[in-house]
C-alpha cells in the first residue's frame, strides 16, 4: 500500500470512515458529532499514547490501536460512566505505510465495540507516532465515582488481578515464551465494573489504575484528605507475576505498586456494603482499609513503609 504522506489526509479520512462501523449518531464526516444522552450529562476524558512510550516490542499497530482507546475508556470506568463515543486523533509519520494506520484505527474500533460505542470522530496530521483519544461518557442518571468521597473506616479494594503489564513487559525484555501478554498487549478497561460500582451507589471513591496502584492510592488520600492502610499479601497478583519476577530483575513490590499499565479500578466502600458487592459478582479483592492521615502506606510482613511516586 501507498505511504501516508501519498494518499494525503482527506483520503486518509474517507478511507477511515469507510473501515469503522456506523453509529446511531452525527458524524464522523461533519465538524462535529452528535451523540443523544439520557440525562444531559457527558462525562468526557482525554489521553494519549506514543510510540516512543507505549510500543513495546511485540506489539502490533492493530493492539497499539486497542491500546490507545482502553486507556481512554478506563477512564470512563474510574467515573462509572457508560461509554458513548472515542474522538481519535492520530499525528503519524509521514513515511508509514497507509495499511499500518488503518491496523490501529481497526484497534481502536474493536476496542470500543467491546465497550459498547464507536468512534464518533478525529484528525490525522504528520507527527512522531502519536493516538490523542477523547472519550464521552454518560451517567445514566448516576452519580459519577470521584477521589474525594473516601472516609476513614472504608476498605480499600481493586478489580481484578495486578502486575500482569509489568510482568508481560519483563518476560518480552528478556525472550520468556509461554507467558500471557494480554495484560500489556490488549488491556481490557473495566467498564462493567465501573457501571456496576455507580448503580450500586456502594464506593466511596474510585480511580483506574492505569498508572499504578501507589499513584492511585496517593490520588485518592490528596482529593479525599485521609490516609490508606495498604498489605502487600492481600493485593492480587496476575498469574504469571511471580514466576516472572523470580526468573528476571523486575521487582514483585514494583510489578503490583509501581509499574502501572493495570487498567484495573482501585475503589473505597463502605465495610456494610461487603456483602451488597460480593452478591453482584463484581470480582474484587480487599487489599486494606482507609485511615485518618495524609498518605498511603504498604506493610509487608513487619515493614511498613509510605507509598513511592509511581514511576510509569
Known amino acids: 500500500m501507498a505511504s501516508l504522506k501519498d494518499v494525503g489526509e482527506r483520503a486518509l479520512i474517507r478511507n ?22 439520557e440525562d444531559g450529562r457527558i462525562v468526557a476524558g482525554t489521553d494519549m499514547v506514543s510510540f516512543e512510550r507505549h510500543f513495546p516490542s511485540g506489539m502490533t499497530y492493530e493492539q497499539f490501536g486497542w491500546t490507545a482507546a482502553a486507556v481512554n475508556f478506563s477512564d470512563m470506568a474510574g467515573m462509572g460512566a457508560r461509554p458513548i463515543g472515542l474522538l481519535a486523533s492520530f499525528a503519524m509519520p509521514g513515511d508509514m505505510d497507509e495499511s499500518s494506520l488503518y ?26 507516532g502519536i493516538i490523542v483519544g477523547t472519550a464521552l461518557g454518560s451517567l445514566d442518571g448516576r452519580a459519577p465515582l470521584l477521589r474525594s468521597g473516601a472516609r476513614p473506616g472504608d476498605m480499600v479494594a481493586v478489580t481484578g488481578r495486578l502486575g500482569g503489564a509489568a510482568a508481560a513487559f519483563a518476560a518480552l525484555e528478556n525472550g520468556m515464551e509461554g507467558c ?13 465494573e465501573g457501571i456496576a460500582l455507580s448503580s450500586l451507589w456502594a464506593a466511596t471513591s474510585c480511580m483506574d489504575l492505569s498508572d499504578g496502584l501507589a499513584e492511585a492510592a496517593g490520588s485518592i488520600c490528596r482529593a479525599s484528605g485521609v490516609g490508606m492502610e495498604i498489605r502487600m499479601e492481600f ?78
Open 180 to 192: 500471557s501478554l494480554q495484560p500489556l498487549l490488549a488491556p481490557i478497561p473495566r467498564v462493567k
Open 16 to 37: 477511515i470512515i469507510d473501515m469503522i462501523r456506523p453509529g446511531p449518531f452525527v458524524g464522523p464526516g461533519d465538524d462535529a458529532a452528535v451523540v443523544r444522552i
Open 103 to 128: 491496523e490501529m484505527v481497526g484497534g481502536m474500533d474493536r476496542c470500543a465495540e467491546h465497550c459498547g460505542t464507536h468512534i464518533i470522530g478525529g484528525d490525522t496530521k504528520p507527527g512522531p
Open 235 to 312: 493485593i492480587p497478583a496476575g498469574g504469571d507475576v511471580p514466576k516472572i519476577c523470580s526468573e528476571t530483575n523486575l521487582s514483585y513490590t514494583d510489578a503490583l505498586l509501581y509499574w502501572g499499565g493495570d487498567y484495573e479500578l482501585l475503589f473505597t466502600f463502605g465495610r456494610e456494603r461487603l456483602s451488597e458487592l460480593h452478591s453482584v459478582g463484581l470480582d474484587f479483592s480487599v487489599i486494606g482499609a482507609v485511615t485518618d492521615g495524609n498518605g498511603p502506606y504498604v506493610t509487608d510482613g513487619e515493614e511498613r513503609t509510605v507509598m513511592k511516586n509511581a514511576r510509569y
